[in-house]
Protein backbone atom coordinates (compact mmCIF):
# COMPACT_ATOMS: atom_id res chain seq x y z
CA UNK A 1 0.00 0.00 0.00
CA UNK A 2 1.04 3.33 -0.74
CA UNK A 3 -0.59 6.38 -0.27
CA UNK A 4 0.62 8.57 -2.75
CA UNK A 5 -1.36 5.75 -5.48
CA UNK A 6 -4.42 5.70 -3.37
CA UNK A 7 -4.77 9.37 -2.51
CA UNK A 8 -5.31 10.64 -6.27
CA UNK A 9 -8.39 7.13 -6.48
CA UNK A 10 -9.92 8.55 -3.11
CA UNK A 11 -10.21 12.11 -4.71
CA UNK A 12 -11.76 10.53 -7.70
CA UNK A 13 -14.10 8.14 -5.74
CA UNK A 14 -14.87 11.29 -3.60
CA UNK A 15 -16.16 13.79 -6.45
CA UNK A 16 -17.62 10.20 -8.18
CA UNK A 17 -19.64 10.19 -4.90
CA UNK A 18 -20.40 13.48 -4.72
CA UNK A 19 -21.79 14.10 -8.16
CA UNK A 20 -24.08 11.00 -8.35
CA UNK A 21 -25.61 11.94 -4.47
CA UNK A 22 -26.63 15.44 -6.37
CA UNK A 23 -27.90 13.67 -9.36
CA UNK A 24 -30.02 11.04 -7.56
CA UNK A 25 -27.47 8.03 -9.25
CA UNK A 26 -28.25 5.57 -7.19
CA UNK A 27 -26.55 2.73 -9.37
CA UNK A 28 -23.32 4.75 -9.37
CA UNK A 29 -23.81 5.10 -5.45
CA UNK A 30 -24.78 1.96 -4.84
CA UNK A 31 -21.07 0.57 -6.73
CA UNK A 32 -19.23 3.14 -4.50
CA UNK A 33 -20.41 2.59 -1.11
CA UNK A 34 -21.05 0.42 1.41
CA UNK A 35 -24.36 -1.03 1.79
CA UNK A 36 -25.32 1.02 5.07
CA UNK A 37 -23.95 4.42 3.80
CA UNK A 38 -25.66 3.42 0.52
CA UNK A 39 -28.85 2.85 2.80
CA UNK A 40 -28.41 6.49 3.86
CA UNK A 41 -27.32 8.01 0.82
CA UNK A 42 -30.58 6.42 -0.42
CA UNK A 43 -33.15 7.65 2.05
CA UNK A 44 -31.74 11.09 1.44
CA UNK A 45 -32.42 10.99 -2.30
CA UNK A 46 -35.53 9.37 -1.49
CA UNK A 47 -36.99 12.40 0.99
CA UNK A 48 -35.50 14.93 -1.86
CA UNK A 49 -37.51 13.37 -4.37
CA UNK A 50 -40.51 13.29 -2.30
CA UNK A 51 -40.75 16.49 -1.66
CA UNK A 52 -39.98 17.54 -5.20
CA UNK A 53 -36.54 18.93 -4.80
CA UNK A 54 -33.57 18.74 -7.28
CA UNK A 55 -29.98 20.40 -6.14
CA UNK A 56 -28.02 22.27 -8.18
CA UNK A 57 -24.49 21.21 -8.53
CA UNK A 58 -21.01 22.48 -8.95
CA UNK A 59 -18.14 20.65 -7.94
CA UNK A 60 -15.19 23.08 -7.80
CA UNK A 61 -12.57 20.49 -6.93
CA UNK A 62 -10.42 19.07 -3.83
CA UNK A 63 -7.26 21.43 -2.68
CA UNK A 64 -6.23 18.50 -0.33
CA UNK A 65 -6.78 15.25 0.28
CA UNK A 66 -4.73 13.65 3.24
CA UNK A 67 -4.77 9.87 4.75
CA UNK A 68 -5.19 10.32 8.78
CA UNK A 69 -5.73 7.23 9.96
CA UNK A 70 -5.55 3.33 8.64
CA UNK A 71 -5.97 0.14 10.57
CA UNK A 72 -6.62 -3.52 9.80
CA UNK A 73 -9.69 -5.43 10.52
CA UNK A 74 -8.68 -8.93 9.31
CA UNK A 75 -8.38 -8.99 5.77
CA UNK A 76 -9.95 -5.52 5.09
CA UNK A 77 -8.32 -2.08 5.56
CA UNK A 78 -10.06 0.92 6.44
CA UNK A 79 -8.81 4.08 5.63
CA UNK A 80 -10.05 8.08 7.20
CA UNK A 81 -9.49 10.49 4.40
CA UNK A 82 -9.70 14.41 5.09
CA UNK A 83 -10.86 16.66 2.11
CA UNK A 84 -10.15 20.13 2.07
Known sequence: ?????????????????????????????????????????DSAIRDREQRGEKMERKFVGIDKAELIGAEMRGRIASMTVRFV
Not at 17 to 41: C, H
Open 1 to 41: FDPKYFLPGAKSAYEMIVMAFAQGDRRTLKDLLSPEVYASF
